[in-house]
């Protein structure tokens, strides 16, 4: 058995059936730019609060910031089982930035399926090359859950948007070149009324406010945004004017399952690394693993992250297919990332003090997971979701 079912250890017996050859060989290629090029930098990038161009480049030229997009455009033309594989890897490594999920299978699943040609030729390329970073900006300092409360108004002016408000808590918003923006063009209509704009964050009046400091993640930055008077062409508008709430709908099974695979592969990696640090560690003379209490919360947090695994390979295989629906995909966020957090603080606890040192990858894998929870739709915001389709 190739990849991860190896990587998963002794605990995950079920093998795993979805990847192909081209898969492994890919998973085995992001695996060693990850050990090379990523984890020796995460330090030093956590320092400084953002990651380096250079990192984008050079994950750009490696093929994997444009895996699944259409070779047209620069890409590889993979489908979604080589997202999958990077999200898994990065979720093993404890990378959790650089940001190239929201990038490369967020933003850009939206220009390439809405874009016009000449938007698609303009950032797409860029994208898989790593030149042009890019950031969403949904949230603002008074809604959050609440989409439809956004204020950021762009009102129209001849060829032109002039677009007045603010964001928070934006992903890449620092280090970004491109913001996919959330406006309002028709604020009367309320959801109907909102649109969609791909802003070149290099035009004037786009402002930067802090990188906010998190308590985890700290090598990716989450940027507060204010335009002021900031004139958008209206060619850059994504899809029709105030259609962007359909567009947003459209694109949310995806964000949701890539938060969702990247928890599934962060319970298999604590699980692996736990159980080898307790097979090590002594205390009152013998393995922390021999005593019951470990064995039965590692026996445990294996039950359900082999049950995971198995709901998850099918998940990632349906939306491979484009059958995945809203409902599921919420089902698939909220029970990974909840299984994520109960495994995360068990192994922090079966770590000991040095489950809490920043040193030891098991604390910094706590602190930055605990986001899942919180963004792409809160688990609350997907239980609404899923209990109104009952
Ligand atoms: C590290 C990080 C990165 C982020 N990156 C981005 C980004 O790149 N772009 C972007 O646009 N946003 C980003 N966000 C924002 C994120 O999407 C929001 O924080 C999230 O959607 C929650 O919104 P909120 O913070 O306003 O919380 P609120 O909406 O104020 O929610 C507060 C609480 O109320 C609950 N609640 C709200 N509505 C309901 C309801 N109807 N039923 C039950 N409970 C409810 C919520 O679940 C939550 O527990 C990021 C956030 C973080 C922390």
Partial sequence: ????????????????TIFSEEHHAYRDMVRKFIAAEVTPFMAQWEEAGQTPREIWLKAGAAGILGASLSEAYGGSGGDFLFDAVLLEELGRAGAAAPAWDLHSHIVMPYIGRYGTEAQKQHWLPKMASGEAIASIGMTEPN??????????????????????????????????????????????????????????????????GRNLKKVGNKAQDTAELFFDDMRVPVSARLGEENAGWQMLMSELVQERL????????????????????????????????????????????????????????????MH????????????????????????LDACVQLHGGNGYMWEYPIARAWADARVHRIYAGTNE??????????
């Fill in 1 to 16: 058995m190739n990849g991860s079912s190896t990587r998963s250890g002794p605990a995950l017996r079920i093998p795993r």
């Fill in 143 to 208: 809604s959050g859950s609440d989409v439809q409360g956004v204020r950021t108004s762009a009102v129209r002016d001849g060829d032109h948007y002039v677009v007045n408000g603010s964001k928070t808590f934006i992903t890449n918003g620092i280090i970004g070149d491109l913001i996919m923006l959330v406006v309002k063009t028709a604020p009367e209509l309320g959801a109907r009324g909102i649109s969609l704009l791909l802003v070149d964050t290099s035009t004037p009046g786009y402002r930067k």
């Fill in 258 to 317: 890539i938060v969702a695979v990247r928890a599934m592969a962060i319970c298999e990696q604590a699980l692996e690394s736990t159980t080898d640090y307790t097979k090590s560690r002594k205390a009152f003379g013998r393995s922390v693993f021999e005593f019951q209490n470990t064995r039965f919360k590692l026996a445990d947090m294996a039950t359900e992250t082999q049950i995971g695994r198995v709901f998850m390979d099918r998940c990632i295989e």
């Fill in 320 to 343: 491979a297919r484009g059958e995945l629906d809203m409902h599921t995909a919420a089902m698939a966020k909220v029970w990974t990332t909840e299984l994520q957090d109960r495994v």
């Fill in 381 to 390: 915001i997907m239980r609404e979701i899923i209990g109104r389709q009952l």
